[in-house]
């Protein structure tokens, strides 16, 4: 018999903010470190397939799962303790990261500020490396623990280990989320003492000059970049959404400047290896998909890069809004955009953009 913790033909619609219908075989809703290395001793969980699964707000998901989706809802934040340059802080993997930061800064400890309102968890951010208007996790990561599933081993990745890059890590580009294989369970963090307010981004400084601030604290910080996102991205509990549905493309110094020469106010953002992002939500507004539907989805009339639910929706029509996007997109610019939510798939093709997004 399986634990009482774990249940059977589960829905999942209330586990991913897009709020598409789908039954998981097993959820194993996972508290403690203990739970998870009991359930990965037990015998029918092995040989299953199975899928990590944190706040369900960068997830697609494709159909019903057979198998086990462990949701990890391990809680606990605590300070480690503090050296001459950094305070140290540890979140257990379930812990809700806007929750997470804004304990941060209530504590007095200021540096996660500009990553305030990210939905999801502190487990899953460092897959992503999440980020938001000048900063990003990696910034403060200092190591994370993870537990091997297959062999039950536990795993320490120091920040060095975890070739960290733009929304990208080598769990990401291992497929760690997807496999299964591996479960993060904590995340340590160091937040410098000498902290400088990061307010270069255009909308950030906008909002701060507009409220007469010109040397913003942390908690000033945290209020205008909550404010900002609560504007842009809609609350999933009214509006299912998964945030950002393309990442911003990096595209060559030579394609970029062609693209600026036949429109002047495309955003572009030189990056350190030459290449240069622009603005996905600037592209897909300007191809004419900006508020629009098609079925029951559409992209928000607020930021055209957030792919919302109207009521009803199935895989199927967000695959299709996703390609008449990208379709668009391309045709008039030449630019390929991906997808960035996770796929949750039950014909082995999890994550792979063969679902044709
Ligand atoms: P935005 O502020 O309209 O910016 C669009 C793009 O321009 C982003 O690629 C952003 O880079 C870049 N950009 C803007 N100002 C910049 C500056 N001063 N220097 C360098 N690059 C600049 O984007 P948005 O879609 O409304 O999102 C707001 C912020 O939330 C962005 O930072 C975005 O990356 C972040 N966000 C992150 C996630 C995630 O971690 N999964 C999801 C949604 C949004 P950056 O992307 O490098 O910031």
């Not at 508290?31 to 997830?59: K, M, T």
């Not at 934040?77 to 305070?87: C, M, P, Q, S, W």
């Not at 400084?205 to 842009?232: E, F, M, S």
Request: net charge neutral.
């Amino acid at each position: 018999m399986l634990p009482d913790f774990v249940a059977s033909q589960v829905d999942l619609t209330p586990y991913n903010t897009l709020a598409l219908p789908a039954r998981a075989e097993f959820l194993a809703r996972i508290q403690s470190v203990e739970q998870l290395a009991a359930l990965i001793r037990h015998p029918e969980f092995s040989g299953r397939r199975r899928f990590v699964l944190g706040g369900g707000s960068n997830l697609l998901v494709a159909g019903d799962f057979s198998g086990f989706v462990l949701h990890m809802s391990i809680p606990g934040k605590r300070r480690i303790g503090e050296d001459a340059t950094h305070i140290y802080l540890a979140a257990a993997a379930g812990e809700n990261w806007s929750d997470f930061v804004a304990w941060t800064l209530a504590s007095g400890w200021p540096g996660l500020e500009n990553l305030s309102g990210i939905p999801g968890t502190a487990g899953a951010a460092p897959i992503q490396n999440i980020g938001a208007y000048g900063a990003e996790v990696g910034d403060f990561l200092q190591q994370l623990t993870a537990l091997d599933l297959a062999r039950g081993e536990t795993l320490v990745f120091d920040v060095r280990d975890c070739a960290l890059g733009y929304r990208d890590s080598l769990f990401k580009r291992e497929g760690w989320h997807l496999s299964g294989r591996y479960a993060i369970t904590e995340v340590v963090f160091r937040l410098p003492k000498n902290w400088r307010a990061r307010a270069t981004y255009g909308e950030v400084a906008a909002r701060l000059a507009q409220d007469g601030i010109t040397n913003p604290t942390p908690a000033q910080l945290a209020q205008v970049i909550t404010a900002l996102r609560a504007q842009k991205i809609p609350d999933p509990r009214q509006l299912p959404n998964a945030g950002s549905f393309f990442q911003n493309p990096k595209v060559s110094a030579e394609l970029a400047a062609a693209l600026q020469h036949a429109h002047p106010r495309l955003p572009c953002y030189p990056q350190s290896d030459g290449s240069v992002k622009l603005a996905a939500a600037w592209l897909v507004e300007h191809a004419g998909w900006k508020g629009r539907n098609l079925g029951p989805v559409g992209m928000y009339e607020q930021q055209a890069l957030v792919l919302v639910n109207r009521g009803g929706a199935s895989c199927r029509d967000v695959q299709n809004l996703s390609r008449a996007v990208r379709e668009a997109v391309f045709a008039r610019f030449g630019v390929s955009l991906v997808p960035e939510p996770v796929i949750l798939a039950d014909s082995g093709d999890a994550g792979n953009t063969s679902l044709s997004l």
